[in-house]
């Protein structure tokens, strides 16, 4: 599958509207979210929100977690087929945030999912959880 132009021009715009988000401005991210009933977020922090209200809260709320940093994204896979399109990347970046003196390392493995609407790409999912090393199964493992 081709990863067409506007699709990569929605990228570069993800990235700088991220490093916008890292300063505490939600703005930009939020522009290039679909406003639909079914964008979903699974957060960097954990949890999960669906739909667009719910969505917007959940950016906003990170956003105000932050309070400096840049951001730099390794790409591993993006594509587009017909009105969908995909990225898959690692953010790296030092974040200052509330309660420490200086800036920490973060590392997010991320998913974007895309839909082409009006003729432009709208995030319809984002799926971002911290980096770790592969661990054995029962680590991950929820007691009943």
């Not at 890292?22 to 922090?45: A, I, N, R, Y």
């Not at 839909?115 to 929820?142: S, Y």
């Amino acid at each position: 599958m081709a990863q067409p132009d506007d699709l990569r021009e929605t990228l570069d715009q993800l990235v700088a509207a991220l490093n916008r988000f890292l300063t505490g401005d939600p703005g930009g991210l939020l522009e290039l979210w679909s406003h639909s009933d079914d964008v979903t977020v699974f957060g960097g922090f954990g949890s999960y929100e669906r739909g667009w209200e719910g969505v917007k809260q959940n950016t906003e709320w990170a956003a105000s977690r932050f309070s400096g940093g840049q951001l730099s994204v390794e790409p591993l896979a993006a594509s587009a087929s017909g009105d969908l399109a995909y990225s898959v990347w690692l953010e790296q970046s030092e974040v200052r945030v509330p309660g420490r003196d200086s800036p920490a390392p973060i590392t997010l493995r991320v998913t974007h999912i895309f839909r082409r609407e009006n003729g432009a790409w709208k995030l319809i999912h984002r799926h971002g959880d911290p980096i770790v090393e592969k661990t054995e199964l029962t680590a991950v493992l929820r007691d009943t």
